[in-house]
């Protein structure tokens, strides 16, 4: 009977070192899907200042200039409530664009006037396209409440900006946009 007993604590103990490594597999996974979403926000929001301030100087398009100045000061602030949320739960966040955006910036910063409202329009749209999307599935997906509910926060906001970026890039006669 003590052999019975001994051999179930035995089996109960080696039955929760196996599920609490499968749950500390899960905890990290969620913890990579969370840094990976604020890498990518931070390095995104980062651009879209970036060209925003570039626009503001170069485009030729009053609307054009004034998106560029709300994309401004949008991302300026979510960047700032995404930098402290990321600083609380000891995520580091990038310090500068990545190599794709950076390439972005350059290829706009060689054009002035209305080829650059056109292709700062359509660069905005896939943009917000893509953070609408990114946002979206976080807002639904994430384990982390503070950080599902930042993005859930920010995603009306993007999606105004996608639709205005739509709406610019038409009026900018930009035709197809990809």
């Known amino acids: 009977m003590q052999r019975v007993l001994v051999g179930a604590a035995l089996m109960a103990v080696g039955l929760g070192w196996l599920l609490s490594g499968t749950a500390l597999a899960q905890v990290e996974k969620v913890i990579d899907t969370d840094k990976q979403f604020v890498t990518k926000a931070v ?99 994430s384990k982390d409440n503070e950080l599902k509910g930042f993005a859930a926060k920010t995603l009306p906001a993007l999606q105004e900006h996608l639709q205005m970026a739509r709406d610019l890039a038409q009026q900018q006669g930009v035709s197809q946009i990809r």
């Open 43 to 141: 390095i995104d929001g980062m651009a879209e200042v970036q060209l925003g301030k570039m626009a503001t100087e170069r485009a030729a398009s009053p609307a054009v200039k004034q998106f560029a100045q709300r994309m401004v000061t949008g991302y300026t602030k979510a960047n700032q409530e995404l930098m402290s949320i990321a600083q609380t739960k000891n995520i580091t966040v990038p310090a500068a664009v990545d190599a794709q955006q950076q390439e972005a910036i350059e290829t706009l910063a060689k054009l002035q006037g209305t080829s650059f409202d056109r292709q700062f329009m359509r660069h905005m749209v896939v943009d917000h396209e893509k953070a609408v999307q990114l946002f979206s599935r976080h807002a639904q997906e």
